[in-house]
Nanobody
Framework: QVQLVESGGGLVQPGGSLILSCAAS????????MGWYRQAPGKQRAWVAG???????NYVRSVSGRFTISRDDAKNTVYLHMNSLKPEATAVYYC??????????????WGQGTQVTVSS
């Protein structure tokens, strides 16, 4: 059974940085696109960033230039480097196998997520 375990969240001041990690059981990374998603309080879960099996990346416009998604297939891990964080980035962040372009819809069960809070 595929399991996704997100980590790395926390409390950070505006303008700060965090690195999120997502470790997957099994071999789901190989040949699959992966995505990061977030759910802010009172809002629906939304796609944030995606990476194909070949390493092509794509981002929602609001984080482009500040967030970087990467993957290490040998470790079955995908990362999200977040810089210049803004309070509106406060959310629970999740990773999942993604459908890729154009919609980057999630595939499979969700993990528990990791809370990111941007506040002074």
């Amino acid at each position: 059974q595929v399991q996704l375990v997100e980590s790395g969240g926390g409390l950070v001041q505006p303008g700060g940085s965090l690195i999120l990690s997502c470790a997957a059981s099994g071999s789901i990374f190989s040949g699959n696109a992966m995505g990061w998603y977030r759910q802010a309080p009172g809002k629906q879960r939304a796609w944030v960033a995606g990476i194909t099996s070949g390493g092509r990346t794509n981002y929602v416009r609001s984080v482009s230039g500040r967030f970087t998604i990467s993957r290490d297939d040998a470790k079955n891990t995908v990362y999200l480097h977040m810089n210049s964080l803004k309070p509106e980035a406060t959310a629970v962040y999740y990773c999942n196998v993604a459908a890729g372009w154009p919609g980057w819809g999630p595939i499979g069960p969700w993990g528990q997520g990791t809370q990111v809070t941007v506040s002074s």
